[in-house]
């Protein structure tokens, strides 16, 4: 199984400001993954990580919202720009791998914004 | 669509004794489904999966779950609860993205409180 890491495990930002969020895969993944978990709801995926192009957002997420990188097989960076309150939740990255690419998750980002 | 149900959105057991977690899914080909855990402020953690042969999968921590496709179900089942297993449990189903990727649909999650 692949081991994820993010960075930074939590953060408390202001309103109006960005707040780039990196994960680090400890082997090569075919894909990557950026979820959003909202206080006491489930995971809703924002978006496909592609390595050296564009990623493939979700419906509801724009690129300008949450501008994605993937430079290589092991990394991602997920930045959530302009942020408002409603962007308070928990940031999950996750790396599939393996039969059926079993998806891998991250610890989370805990992102409070006032 | 696809999707995925979980009924039961708080279960409480006993410590010691049997649980059953609930999921149902709608997805048009064969599935592949997971249960996944998340302890307070942690990440998720794979418990099993089901891609395909016995329908009866065994994952970590002494849980399995059974996969009905009649049904459309594949619920989740541990014979003996240890106060550890509360958490929150969530069921998703992979739907295939192109090539070999599966993106994931999961349910509202199933909250189990476990009692002295």
């Known amino acids: 199984s692949a081991v994820i890491s993010q960075k930074p495990s939590r953060d408390i930002c202001q309103r109006g400001t960005s707040l780039t969020i990196q994960c680090q895969v400890d082997?090569?993944?075919?894909?990557m993954f950026w979820y959003r978990q909202q206080p006491g709801q489930s995971l809703t995926l924002i978006a496909t990580?592609?390595?050296?192009?564009?990623?493939?957002?979700e419906s509801g997420f724009v690129i300008d919202k949450f501008p994605i990188s993937r430079p290589n097989l092991t990394f991602s960076t997920l930045t959530v720009s302009n942020m408002s309150p409603e962007d308070s939740s928990i940031y999950l990255c996750?790396?599939?791998?393996?039969?059926?690419?079993?998806?891998?998750f991250g610890p989370g980002t805990r992102l409070l914004v006032l | 669509a696809q999707s995925v149900t979980q009924p039961d959105i708080h279960i409480t057991v006993s410590e010691g004794a049997s649980l059953e977690l609930r999921c149902n899914y709608s997805?048009?080909?064969?599935?592949?489904l997971f249960w996944y855990v998340q302890s307070p402020g942690q990440g998720l953690q794979l418990l099993l999966k089901y891609f395909s042969g016995d329908t009866l999968v065994q994952g970590i921590k002494g849980f399995e779950a059974e996969f009905k496709r009649s049904q459309s179900s594949f619920n989740l089942r541990k014979p003996s609860v240890h106060w550890s297993d509360a958490a929150e449990y969530f069921c998703a189903v992979g739907v295939h993205y192109g090539g070999a990727t599966n993106k994931l649909i999961f349910g509202t999650g199933t909250l189990l409180a476990v009692q002295p």
């Open positions: 990580a592609n390595q050296g192009s564009e990623a493939t957002y």
């Open positions: 997805y048009g080909a064969t599935p592949y």
């Open positions: 082997s090569q993944v075919t894909m």
């Open positions: 996750s790396g599939g791998q393996g039969a059926g690419e079993t998806q891998y």
